[in-house]
């Protein structure tokens, strides 16, 4: 079995870029569905939200039962019912059409999804040791991110020379060619000790341990997740599309809107393994950590509002970029603000609730951008998210208000 002569490093790369290669159809969607909705055989606007957002939904009651699934079978199995789930997912967003085929097909997505990241942690997991369990972590989750790169990226780009059904069908194959690899790349044995750990962390969920600051620091997870990933994910597409009036031109190609918004979003996702590090240090050495998150969320609130309100491009993309840099730090004080947390609480429920929170806060983003749509513009979606910031960041400054009081009686 190729698999067992592996080294460490060699088996996270091979289940990253198996999961990297499953992604390429979700991130294209968020792309192209935002614009060519109608080509999909949707009737109206709102159908987008429920569509980019029903799989992280189906994620929520599903992960505890993958969890259970890994107790008693094979990483391998899940990973290779996950490929193929993915596959026809994606497949069936160039061939299907209309709301109720798509829909079925985003869930199965949800559920494909729930096998390959439960199985890729789990693979770490059994790959990894004490002295090296953070650097494969940390390889794998940068290595999977090339597939949301490339997703947008291409899928931007390509969809305007080529045709919808071509892009996805491609991205497909690339999924159904891993198939034969799995039985060759992922081990056969079971991994019940860490496959326990994984599914144990997900069932009783006792409440109880959550003090007003741990409930803050999960208000904050669900917005950082509805902000980040779920409005700008879901509205970049349309946002872009409403200023992009002249179009531009690369080696007398022009630059198509879906081409523009992949390329911002791709953007982002290259200069993360660089930039979330130095972030990440400056948290670290900052002792008034809490105090921290004002600072991405100050400059989110801020950029939000203008993004309802510019309507020129080129200072659009000048504020989406300062955008892009303030939730690269969101992100990275949110997720340091709930590992600290779970360092003085229970770290296992801790650390699910965050997982549980940001994914509920991405699913509910598009869900709601794309109801206000339906009845408002796209400038009233950026003017509530930024109100809803607004709120987080004045319960912080309360918080921090009470933490000094009984310092100054001191």
């Known amino acids: 079995m190729i698999f067992e002569k592996m080294n ?48 992280r939904f189906v994620r929520l ?21 996950a490929v193929l789930l993915a596959g026809l997912s994606t497949l069936s967003y160039g061939l299907a059409n209309g709301f109720i085929v798509l829909l079925i097909m985003r869930m199965c997505w949800g559920i494909a999804w729930s096998f390959i990241r439960l199985g890729g942690m789990l693979t770490v997991v059994s790959s990894s040791e004490d002295h090296n369990r953070g650097k494969l972590m940390g390889l794998y989750n940068g290595l999977w991110g090339l597939g949301g790169l490339t997703g947008m990226l291409a899928g931007g780009f390509f969809i305007d020379i080529f045709s919808i059904t071509a892009v996805t069908t491609v991205f497909a194959i ?3 060619l891993l198939l034969p690899f799995i039985y060759l790349l992922i081990p056969k044995t079971e991994e019940k000790k860490a496959a326990q750990e994984a599914a144990n962390k997900f069932k009783n969920l006792d409440l109880s341990f959550l003090t007003p600051y741990t409930r803050l620091v999960i208000a904050t997870s669900a917005t950082m997740g509805f902000i980040v990933l779920g409005i700008f994910a879901s509205s970049l597409s349309t946002l ?23 390329a911002i979003q791709a953007f982002r996702w290259s200069w993360e393994p660089f930039i979330a590090p130095l972030f990440g240090r400056m948290v670290d050495r900052t002792k ?12 989110s609130i801020i950029t939000f509002w203008l993004l309802g309100y510019v309507d ?10 300062v955008f892009q840099i303030a939730s690269t730090m969101f992100v ?13 609480t229970d770290s296992v429920k801790m ?5 549980i929170m940001v994914d509920l806060g991405a699913a509910f983003g598009p869900l709601l951008s794309f109801f206000i749509l339906f009845w408002f513009d796209l400038n009233m979606v950026f003017y509530v998210s930024s109100m809803i910031m607004t709120v987080l960041a004045v319960a912080w400054l309360i918080y921090g208000i009470k933490q000094k009081k009984p310092m100054s009686r001191a």
């Not at 009737?43 to 980019?52: I, S, Y």
């Not at 599903?62 to 899940?78: A, E, M, N, Q, S």
């Not at 020129?312 to 970029?321: Q, Y």
């Not at 990275?332 to 003085?344: H, P, Q, S, W």
């Open 288 to 299: 008034n950590k809490h105090g921290l998150i004002l600072i991405p969320l100050s400059f």
């Open 332 to 344: 990275t004080v949110t997720d340091t603000l709930a590992a600290g947390a779970a360092a003085k």
């Open 61 to 81: 009651p599903i992960t505890p039962l993958v969890g259970l699934f890994y107790k008693k079978y094979d990483v391998r199995v899940g990973i290779l019912l």
């Open 312 to 321: 020129i491009i080129v200072p659009l993309l000048i504020v989406i970029f």
């Open 8 to 55: 460490s490093r060699s088996k996270v790369v091979a289940i990253a870029l198996i999961t990297a290669v499953t992604v390429l159809g979700d991130s294209m969607l968020f792309i192209v569905l935002p614009l060519y909705w109608q080509d999909f055989g949707l009737t109206e606007v709102w159908q987008v939200g429920v569509l980019l957002a029903i799989n």
């Open 240 to 262: 872009i599309g409403q200023s992009y009036d002249e179009q531009w031109t690369l080696f007398g190609t022009i630059i198509s809107i879906t081409a523009l918004a992949g």
């Open 351 to 355: 650390m699910t609730l965050h997982t």
């Open 174 to 176: 690339g999924s159904f």
